[in-house]
């Protein structure tokens, strides 16, 4: 698959941002619980999402069936084997969604980019621009 220029960049600031959320995760919780014993420690590769107890991302998704249409849905991914209480979950989705709240704009200035709950998921969503 081919991808232009524009959709490459666009890419890189959402790695960028979520490079960012993995470290605040990693620093705020990466000692709490225990790493699945098949994953690599913070900082043995050289990419964050293959290492350490979190992986954040997102996937592009068509919307069918959203409320808000196209856009990311965001990935929070915990690597450990332990039981992981329902409450601490969902203070890590809303860190994380406050976090993208704060730094989306920092990314893409001028953009009308939302985070929303969309049902179960965390979606990123609005004016996705690719910027020339």
Known sequence: MVYSHEVRQFD??????FDLIDD?????YGTKYQLHPNRPRRGETANKASDGLFNVGASFSA???SVYGR???VDVHIATLDN???????QIEKEVAD?????IPEH???QDIKINRDGRILKIHGELILQK
Do not use: D, R, W
């Not at 890189?12 to 941002?17: D, M």
């Not at 976090?99 to 730094?103: E, N, P, S």
């Open 24 to 28: 605040y995760l990693e620093n705020n």
């Open 99 to 103: 976090l993208l709240k704060k730094i």
């Open 12 to 17: 890189a600031k959402l790695k960028k941002i």
């Open 63 to 65: 919307g069918y069936g």
């Open 71 to 73: 856009g990311y849905v």
């Open 84 to 90: 992981i209480p329902e409450t601490v979950q969902k």
């Open 108 to 110: 893409f200035p001028g």
